[in-house]
């Protein structure tokens, strides 16, 4: 386990529905962020947190809405979605030390829309 | 149009050789670099990393060699286990301000044959 969970590990839903994604990290981690990984493009990155503040959105359709209540914490809000937005969403943490940028990831949640 | 997934770049080895994953990254001002490991149904898992003022960093099983001239990073696994077999990204850093975040590529998916 990275000390990254997400939930739920899957979800279906239909164009129509509103659902939201959940992400907690346990490792004291400052920044946060959400990732979206498709068989058709490698690794995107959507929305970066730093401290509870939104520094990164990369142009992400505003179907996807995301919250940071605070820094163990981050959502991202679904509706009105598409079938190409079905896709594997990461989350993942990280802090920088001693010169290592990793980041933390979950197990994502597999999303399908129909 | 027929929907066609992202075609990845597969390495087949044997078990017990020695397996090496290349990369091709774009910016050469990057300064830092990170291979993950992604098994099915999991996230993305960290291997190694390294900075720009190295060629080379060892793990446990796994060397990591930087090549700043022609912009290329290998991932070097010995003695290659069934245990193995995943997907391998490689990551460079992009900084803004004070911010950064992690470019992925594209993949690699290694097999390995027992």
């Known amino acids: ?114 | 149009g027929e929907s066609v997934g992202l075609h990845l770049p597969t390495l087949s080895v044997q078990e017990g050789d020695n397996s090496i994953i290349n990369c091709a990254y774009s910016n050469s001002a990057s300064d830092y670099f990170i291979w993950y490991k992604q098994e099915s149904g999991k996230g993305p898992q960290f291997i190694i990393d390294i900075r720009s003022n190295m060629d080379k960093r060892q793990g446990q099983r796994v060397t990591v060699l930087l090549n700043k001239t022609v912009k290329h990073l290998s991932l070097q696994i010995a003695a290659t286990q069934p245990g193995d077999s995943a997907v391998y990204f490689c990551a460079e850093i992009e900084w803004e301000d004070s911010s950064y975040k992690l470019i992925f590529g594209s993949g690699t998916r290694l097999l390995v044959r027992p």
């Open chain 1, 1 to 114: 386990e990275t000390g990254v969970t997400q939930t739920p590990r899957h979800l279906v839903m239909g164009m129509t529905n509103k659902k939201s994604l959940k992400c907690e990290q346990h490792l004291g981690h400052n920044a946060m962020y959400w990732y979206k990984q498709s068989a058709k493009k490698p690794l995107e990155l959507m929305f970066v947190y730093n401290f509870k503040e939104q520094t990164e959105n990369n142009s992400v359709p505003s179907r996807f809405s995301p919250e940071c209540p605070n820094s163990s914490h981050l959502f991202l809000h679904l509706h009105t979605l598409q079938p190409e937005d079905s896709a594997l969403y990461l989350c993942a943490s990280s802090q920088e030390a001693g010169g290592s940028y990793e980041q933390y990831f979950g197990p994502g949640t597999r999303l399908t829309v129909t």
